[in-house]
Every structure is written in structure tokens, then in C-alpha cells.
């Protein structure tokens, strides 16, 4: 008798910034890889701190209703010579892990070293080559016309969204690298888990 197929597993990545929070979604059902989605969320520095550390929790917890994911995943490095950025930084985090406790979400945590050895196979590599990989693995088409979104402002185009402050339009934002490094990360916790079944199994 065929073993059942393992059930399809949702992944968010979360870069995250104060000023700039990259999420994406990907969905593993076998070895088929799914982008669900993508987001970037802007806040502005002329905004009040309370208000934009709101908006960014706000935005984290529609992307996890909206995609009901098994697992969120966020850089586990936080060190910038700038001590007010990696303050900024850290508050991002906070707000990210408060959305993911709020759902019941387990969340995990890799460094950039362990992203690039994941995707790329060696942890020298470069920001493009991990970008390339993402596209790859997720087989994307090339980013989506701009002016597509200007006829679509509330729209998901190219399976990816933006979210501005204050009018939070949708646009396209595959192009930041911010939205990049989400799916990077979520792609390298499905590579990792699948690594930990493959051990399992005797191989």
C-alpha cells in the first residue's frame, strides 16, 4: 500500500525593518514549491514610532490570516555597527513575534550564513545568487511591468503586494530585496526540514 502524501506545508519568511518589512509565503505539497504570496511593508519615518511599530504588526497578522501558514521564519541575526538601526531592527522582530504568538504560530530562526549554504550551497555567496535561487526554485516569471500596477493600485500583481504608508497602495515589490530575503528564508527552512527527514529516514 502507497504511503499517504504528506500534507502541503505554508511557510512565511520575514525580513524585518522598521522602515521596510519584506514578507512572502511559500506552500510545499511533495516537491512542488508555491509563492502564495509576497508583501512590503512601508512605514514613515515622519510617522510617529507607536504608529508605525501598529502598522507593521497590523500587516504581519493580515499576512498570517490570510495565509494560515505552519511556520514563520525570521533572520536570527541581528548586529549592525549602527546601535539606533539594530534598536529598530529588534522592535520589528518584537512586533513580528507578537502577530506569530497571537495565531500560535511556531517561529524559526536561521542567520544569513545558513540561508546562503541552504539555496546557494555555499555560505560565500553573494545577494544575487541567492535571489536568483528564490526565483528559481519558486520558478517566477521576470518581474511584472510597473505600469501594470498603476492600472491595479489595489491589486495583487505578480502574486506579490506593497504596502505603502500612508495610502497604503499595492504595487509590485518582488524587486526589493527585502521581499527576496523573506522567501529566501522561508525557502531555507522547507530545505533544512527536508534535510532533518532525509537523516531521519537512514540516508
Known amino acids: 500500500m502507497p504511503s499517504p502524501l504528506p500534507s502541503p506545508l505554508v511557510v512565511i519568511g520575514l525580513d524585518p525593518g522598521l522602515a521596510n518589512l519584506g514578507?512572502?509565503?511559500?506552500?510545499?505539497?511533495?516537491?512542488?514549491?508555491?509563492?502564495?504570496?509576497?508583501?512590503?511593508?512601508?512605514?514613515?519615518?515622519r510617522s510617529p514610532q507607536a504608529e508605525r511599530l501598529l502598522a507593521l504588526y497590523q500587516a504581519t497578522e493580515a499576512f498570517i490570516v490570510a495565509h494560515r501558514p505552519?511556520?514563520?521564519?525570521?533572520?536570527?541575526?541581528?548586529?549592525?555597527?549602527?546601535?539606533?538601526?539594530?534598536?529598530?531592527?529588534?522592535?520589528?522582530?518584537?512586533?513580528?513575534?507578537?502577530?506569530?504568538?497571537r495565531h500560535s504560530v511556531p517561529v524559526f530562526e536561521y542567520g544569513p550564513l545558513q540561508v546562503k549554504q541552504a539555496l546557494v550551497g555555499s555560505g560565500r555567496?553573494?545577494?544575487?545568487?541567492?535571489?536568483?535561487?528564490?526565483?528559481?526554485m519558486l520558478k517566477l516569471p521576470t518581474t511584472p511591468d510597473p505600469s501594470e500596477a498603476r492600472r491595479r493600485p489595489f491589486g495583487i500583481v505578480g502574486r506579490s503586494l506593497e504596502l505603502r504608508?500612508?495610502?497604503?497602495?499595492?504595487?509590485?515589490?518582488?524587486?526589493?530585496?527585502?521581499?527576496?530575503?523573506?522567501?529566501?528564508?522561508?525557502?531555507?527552512?522547507?530545505?533544512?526540514?527536508?534535510?532533518?527527514?532525509?537523516?531521519?529516514?537512514g540516508l
Do not use: C, N, W
Open 165 to 201: 504608508e500612508p495610502e497604503q497602495r499595492e504595487g509590485v515589490s518582488f524587486d526589493s530585496h527585502h521581499v527576496a530575503d523573506a522567501l529566501a528564508l522561508a525557502l531555507t527552512h522547507l530545505s533544512y526540514r527536508r534535510m532533518k527527514k532525509l537523516v531521519a529516514g
Open 23 to 45: 514578507l512572502g509565503a511559500v506552500r510545499e505539497a511533495g516537491r512542488e514549491l508555491t509563492l502564495l504570496g509576497s508583501a512590503l511593508v512601508r512605514t514613515s519615518p
Open 70 to 101: 505552519d511556520a514563520i521564519v525570521i533572520e536570527g541575526q541581528y548586529f549592525h555597527q549602527q546601535r539606533d538601526l539594530a534598536f529598530k531592527v529588534g522592535q520589528a522582530v518584537g512586533v513580528a513575534l507578537l502577530a506569530a504568538a
Open 125 to 136: 555567496a553573494s545577494k544575487a545568487q541567492v535571489t536568483f535561487m528564490v526565483r528559481a
